[in-house]
């Protein structure tokens, strides 16, 4: 099992900014590719960006956010970043960590925080 904790949204006015974190613990090992979905008001969840964990750190983006948003991640703290810039307004959603890891068997799973709230709203 893999648990993640979310921290870092909330309301910002167009063109700013805010750092997304999220901190795994458990079976960390097993993950090898962690990114950042959100869900906005009347919307399907949509993957924003991902980095995998042990290939060089690849990584890649939602058109939408090409060149304002980056995702990091930080080994020796178990924790990823997406560090958003230039906030626009549909950039408002529930933005959702996750994990996915691979089973000594092969299997994938999918592992999810519990969301944090982003608002852009002057």
């Known amino acids: 099992q893999v648990q993640l904790v979310e921290s870092g949204g909330g309301l910002v006015q167009p063109g700013g900014s805010l750092r997304l974190s999220c901190a795994a613990s458990g079976s960390i090992k097993s993950i090898y590719k962690m990114g950042w979905y959100r869900q906005g008001p009347g919307k399907q969840r949509e993957l924003v960006a991902s980095?995998?964990?042990?290939?060089?750190?690849?990584?890649s983006y939602a058109d939408s956010v090409k060149g304002r948003f980056t995702i990091s991640r930080d080994n020796a703290k178990n924790t990823v970043y997406l560090q958003m810039n230039s906030l626009k307004l549909e950039d408002t959603a529930v933005y959702y960590c996750?994990?996915?890891?691979?089973?000594?068997?092969?299997?994938?799973?999918?592992?999810w925080g519990q969301g944090t709230q982003v608002t852009v709203s002057s």
């Open positions: 996750n994990a996915k890891r691979r089973s000594l068997l092969g299997a994938d799973f999918d592992s």
């Open positions: 980095i995998s964990i042990n290939s060089g750190s690849s990584t």
